[in-house]
């Protein structure tokens, strides 16, 4: 079963930019990739979902290829507070997560 | 907009009793899903219901583990009897429709099993 691949870590510093590559190999022709933020004992929280070139919105952007095998996900100046774990999200037969990035930003 | 409702928040039991879990989702949402996350991995899919009927329960343990969606609203997930390795955070996640709508989770129940 085709399942996401993440980096498992990621350390950078108050003010970066910071990308996180995804890969989904099998990706159907008609979904969407997904990409979650989550926090200690909280739920996941919807950051930002596209389908092919480039998606923007006030969080982050979203980059993906033309064939659509992986996207990577770039959060402009990181700040201390985008400390958590990040995931992608697609639909290959069944919704699957990646085992999701942990993201380490320092002062 | 009111977020995804769940209860209890925390929850303790002993192996081979019994625990319910109770999620409402945001109202007009027909689509909610109930995840299992344990410690350090990413949330696993249980079921899926699309207004009050399953989508998909492949990854449902049914010989202990039951969902229902009672018109369409509120859901509740079931665990009997509990075993240790059920210690996990259950998930509950709304949607207008289907994947290729943003869900919207809840803050989870923590279980657990000792």
């Known amino acids: 079963l085709a399942k996401t691949t993440q980096p498992i870590s990621m350390d950078s510093y108050e003010g970066q930019e910071v990308n996180i590559t995804c890969s989904h190999n099998n990706i159907a022709t008609n979904d969407y990739i997904t990409w979650y933020q989550q926090f200690p004992s909280q739920g996941p929280r919807f950051i930002i979902q596209?389908?092919?070139t480039k998606v923007t919105n006030e969080v982050a952007s979203l980059f993906i290829p033309a064939d659509r095998k992986s996207s990577t996900l770039s959060l402009p100046r990181v700040s201390l507070s985008d400390t958590a774990v990040y995931y992608c999200l697609v639909r290959e037969g069944k919704l699957i997560f990646g085992q999701g990035t942990e993201l380490s930003v320092k002062p | 907009e009111a977020g995804v409702a769940q209860s209890p928040r925390y929850k303790i039991i002993e192996k081979r009793q019994s625990v319910a879990f109770w999620c409402n989702p945001i109202?007009?949402?027909?689509?909610l899903y109930w995840y299992q996350q344990i410690l350090g991995q990413g949330p696993k899919l249980l079921i899926q219901?699309?207004?009050?009927?399953?989508?998909?329960d492949s990854q449902l343990p049914k010989d202990r583990f039951s969902a229902e969606r009672l018109k369409g609203v509120d859901s509740t997930l079931k665990i009997q009897p509990a075993k240790l390795e059920d210690s996990a955070v259950y998930l509950c996640?709304?949607?207008?429709?289907?994947?290729?709508?943003?869900?919207?989770f809840g803050s989870g129940t923590r279980l657990t099993v000792v």
């Open positions: 219901f699309q207004n009050n009927g399953v989508v998909d």
């Open positions: 109202s007009g949402h027909a689509t």
């Open positions: 596209g389908y092919k």
């Open positions: 996640a709304s949607s207008y429709g289907g994947f290729n709508y943003g869900y919207t």
